[in-house]
Nanobody, 115 residues
């Protein structure tokens, strides 16, 4: 079993920055592919960023150049650095861990971008 706990959300002005963290319990964190998703009110959940167990990273077009995903396997944590935030980035951000058929989700952290 893996438990995921997100943190770092909050209220930020347009153009500001936040860093989200997703801390995982359990062993062998490094074998998991990790993803950040977000879901805005009234919209479908969308994939924001992905980092494989080997360190390959992909981003949604809407966040390329603004968001950076990273992982620290020694700390069992993945991060999402979000810069140049826009009102349309407002959403609940959740992390997901996947290894073969094992899938785990965190509870999410709210990000609100507003002046």
């Amino acid at each position: 079993q893996v438990q995921l706990v997100e943190s770092g959300g909050g209220l930020v002005q347009p153009g500001g920055s936040l860093r989200l963290s997703c801390a995982a319990s359990g062993r062998r964190f490094g074998i998991y592919d990790m993803e950040w998703y977000r879901q805005a009110p009234g919209k479908q959940r969308e994939l924001v960023a992905y980092i494989s167990s080997g360190g390959s990273i992909n981003y949604a077009d809407s966040v390329k150049g603004r968001f950076t995903m990273s992982r620290d396997n020694a700390k069992n944590t993945v991060y999402l650095q979000m810069n140049s935030l826009k009102p349309e980035d407002t959403a609940v951000y959740s992390c997901k861990a996947t290894y073969l058929w094992d899938v785990y989700w965190g509870q999410g952290t709210q990000v609100i971008v507003s002046s």
